[in-house]
C-alpha cells in the first residue's frame, strides 16, 4: 500500500508581513513549524523565498526569509494500493502533538553509553564532511546482526548537564546528526547511505539503531492536577542567547510524571524592592518570562523547544518553569515516518472512487 498525503484547505493563517531570521540549526521545516503549526507546509516559505534559496535542504545564518500568508490546511491521508481492483480508502489524518522531525533531532541527555558503532570511511576517499546523501561504511557488519534496509542514528556527544537544582549529573547532550540507511552487508562492516542530515557528518561520528520518537496524536491540553516546577538545565546550542524554537533540556522527565506535549510557562521570581512607606521592603509579582513544549523525555529529563519569549527578555539556563499545560501521558509512535517518500498523484483517474470535496495539493515532506 502506498501512502499519500493530501492537505485540504480549511482557513486562513495570520502570519503575513512575518520575516524570520535564520540562525545556526534552522531548518525550513522547523521555520514550517513554528510560523504555520504545520511542518508540511514548508514548501509555502521555499516558494516566497525562491530567489534566496538555491536548495531547500539548505539555508544558512542571516538569510532572511518572508513567512508568507498561507492557507491552513487538514490532513486526510489517502491509502492507495497497487492492485487496481482494490478501491482507495480514505482516513482521516491525526495531528501529532508536536512535530516529530523536530523531536528526532533535538537529541537527548543520556547517561549511557549508546553508541553501537562508527562511522569509519566515506566512498569518496579524504571527504572531510559529510552530508545526504553521501555513501559512508560502518564498522558493523553480519557478525553484528546488522541487514540491508538497518536503519541508524548518527549522533556525537555533547557536553554534560548537571540538575542546576541538586547539581545531580542528568547526562551527556546526544546531538543528531541524521540518519544512515544500511544498502550491503560484509562480515563485519557494511556500507550505508546518509539519508538525512541535520548538521556536518565526520568519519568516527557514532551511530545507534533509528527507533522513532513516540508521540501522541493531539488532544487539548489540559490543567494539571498537581503543581509541577523545574528548571531549564541547558540549551543545545549554549553560544547564544536562547530564542524562540531553540531546543533545550530541562530537570523533569517521565518519572516526574512529565510527557511529550506537556507545556510549561518560564517565570521568575518577583523582586524585593524598597518600599519608602511602612513596610520597608515589598515582593514584586513573579514575572511571566516565556514558554516552552515538551518534545521526547527520558526517566530524569526532558526534551523541548521554547515556543516563546516574551518583552525581549534574555533566558538562560537556570530559568524556572511550571506546568501548565497537560498531554496525554504518552503515546505510540506514529505509523507514518515523516521521512516517507509520498508517491505524487499523476492523474484524477487515479482517485475516481474518491468523492471531490475542495482542490487537494501534495505536500512532500523535506
Given at each position: 500500500?502506498t501512502?499519500?498525503?493530501?492537505?485540504?484547505?480549511?482557513?486562513?493563517?495570520?502570519?503575513?508581513?512575518?520575516?524570520?531570521?535564520?540562525r545556526?540549526?534552522?531548518?525550513?521545516w522547523?521555520?514550517?513549524?513554528?510560523?504555520?503549526?504545520?511542518?508540511?507546509l514548508?514548501?509555502?516559505?521555499?516558494?516566497?523565498?525562491?530567489a534566496?534559496?538555491?536548495?531547500?535542504?539548505?539555508?544558512?545564518?542571516?538569510?532572511?526569509?518572508?513567512?508568507?500568508?498561507?492557507?491552513?490546511?487538514k490532513?486526510?491521508?489517502?491509502?492507495?494500493?497497487?492492485?487496481?481492483?482494490?478501491?482507495?480508502?480514505?482516513?482521516a489524518?491525526?495531528?501529532?502533538?508536536?512535530?516529530?522531525?523536530?523531536?528526532?533531532?533535538?537529541?537527548?541527555?543520556?547517561?549511557?553509553?549508546i553508541?553501537?558503532?562508527?562511522?569509519?570511511?566515506?566512498?569518496?576517499?579524504?571527504?572531510?564532511?559529510?552530508?545526504?546523501?553521501?555513501?559512508?561504511?560502518?564498522?558493523?557488519?553480519?557478525?553484528?546482526?546488522?541487514?540491508?534496509?538497518?536503519?541508524?542514528?548518527?549522533?556525537?556527544w555533547?557536553?554534560?548537564?548537571?540538575?542546576?537544582?541538586?547539581?545531580?549529573?542528568?547526562?551527556?547532550?546526544?546531538?543528531?546528526?541524521?540518519?544512515?540507511l544500511?544498502?550491503?552487508?560484509?562480515?563485519?562492516?557494511?556500507?550505508?547511505?546518509?539519508?538525512?542530515?541535520?548538521?556536518?557528518?565526520?568519519?568516527?561520528?557514532?551511530?545507534?539503531?533509528?527507533?522513532?520518537?513516540?508521540i501522541?496524536?493531539?488532544?487539548?491540553?489540559?490543567?494539571?492536577?498537581?503543581?509541577?516546577?523545574?528548571?531549564i538545565?541547558?540549551?543545545?546550542?549554549?553560544?547564544?542567547?536562547?530564542?524562540?524554537?531553540?531546543?533545550?533540556?530541562?530537570?523533569?522527565?517521565?518519572?516526574?510524571?512529565?510527557?511529550?506535549?506537556?507545556?510549561?510557562?518560564?517565570?521568575?521570581?518577583?523582586?524585593?524592592?524598597?518600599?519608602?512607606?511602612?513596610?520597608?521592603?515589598?515582593?514584586?509579582?513573579?514575572v511571566?518570562?516565556g514558554?516552552?513544549?515538551?518534545?521526547?523525555?527520558?526517566?530524569?529529563?526532558?526534551?523541548?523547544?521554547?515556543?516563546?519569549?516574551?518583552?525581549?527578555?534574555?533566558?538562560?539556563?537556570?530559568?524556572?518553569?511550571r506546568?501548565?499545560?497537560?498531554?496525554?501521558?504518552?503515546g505510540?509512535?506514529?505509523?507514518?515516518?515523516?521521512?516517507?517518500?509520498?508517491?505524487?498523484?499523476?492523474?484524477?483517474?487515479?482517485?475516481?472512487?474518491?468523492?471531490?470535496?475542495?482542490?487537494?495539493?501534495?505536500?512532500?515532506?523535506?
Open positions: 500500500i501512502v499519500i498525503l493530501i492537505m485540504t484547505v480549511s482557513g486562513f493563517s495570520q502570519t503575513s508581513g512575518k520575516v524570520h531570521v535564520v545556526s540549526g534552522d531548518t525550513l522547523d521555520i514550517s513549524t513554528y510560523y504555520l503549526h504545520n511542518p508540511f514548508w514548501p509555502s516559505i521555499y516558494n516566497a523565498n525562491e534566496n534559496i538555491k536548495n531547500p535542504h539548505w539555508i544558512y545564518p542571516g538569510q532572511m526569509f518572508s513567512i508568507p500568508p498561507i492557507l491552513a490546511r490532513g486526510r491521508i489517502y491509502l492507495k494500493s497497487t492492485d487496481k481492483n482494490v478501491e482507495v480508502e480514505a482516513v489524518a491525526a495531528a501529532s502533538m508536536v512535530a516529530v522531525q523536530l523531536a528526532y533531532k533535538g537529541g537527548f541527555l543520556s547517561k549511557d553509553n553508541e553501537t558503532g562508527f562511522i569509519v570511511e566515506t566512498e569518496q576517499k579524504g571527504k572531510e564532511t559529510i552530508t545526504s546523501p553521501d555513501t559512508v561504511y560502518i564498522d558493523l557488519g553480519e557478525v553484528d546482526g546488522v541487514h540491508p534496509g538497518d536503519l541508524f542514528t548518527i549522533f556525537r555533547g557536553k554534560k548537564v548537571k540538575d542546576p537544582e541538586t547539581g545531580a549529573y542528568l547526562g551527556k547532550i546526544v546531538h543528531i546528526l541524521g540518519k544512515l544500511v544498502m550491503e552487508v560484509v562480515e563485519n562492516s557494511s556500507s550505508a547511505e546518509i539519508i538525512q542530515s541535520f548538521d556536518i557528518i565526520k568519519i568516527h561520528d557514532m551511530i545507534k539503531p533509528f527507533r522513532p520518537v513516540e501522541p496524536t493531539f488532544i487539548s491540553l489540559m490543567k494539571p492536577n498537581v503543581s509541577i516546577e523545574g528548571r538545565a541547558a540549551a543545545k546550542i549554549d553560544d547564544r542567547t536562547i530564542i524562540p524554537f531553540q531546543i533545550v533540556y530541562i530537570n523533569l522527565g517521565k518519572t516526574d510524571g512529565i510527557a511529550t506535549g506537556d507545556y510549561f510557562e518560564i517565570f521568575r521570581e518577583g523582586k524585593k524592592v524598597a518600599d519608602p512607606g511602612p513596610k520597608k521592603k515589598v515582593k514584586l509579582p513573579e511571566k518570562v514558554a516552552l513544549q515538551v518534545l521526547r523525555t527520558t526517566n530524569e529529563s526532558a526534551t523541548c523547544y521554547i515556543t516563546d519569549i516574551y518583552a525581549n527578555i534574555d533566558i538562560e539556563p537556570g530559568e524556572t518553569i506546568l501548565i499545560g497537560k498531554g496525554p501521558g504518552g505510540e509512535a506514529g505509523e507514518i515516518e515523516l521521512e516517507e517518500e509520498f508517491e505524487e498523484i499523476e492523474t484524477e483517474e487515479e482517485f475516481e472512487e474518491i468523492e471531490e470535496e475542495e482542490e487537494a495539493e501534495i505536500i512532500e515532506p523535506e
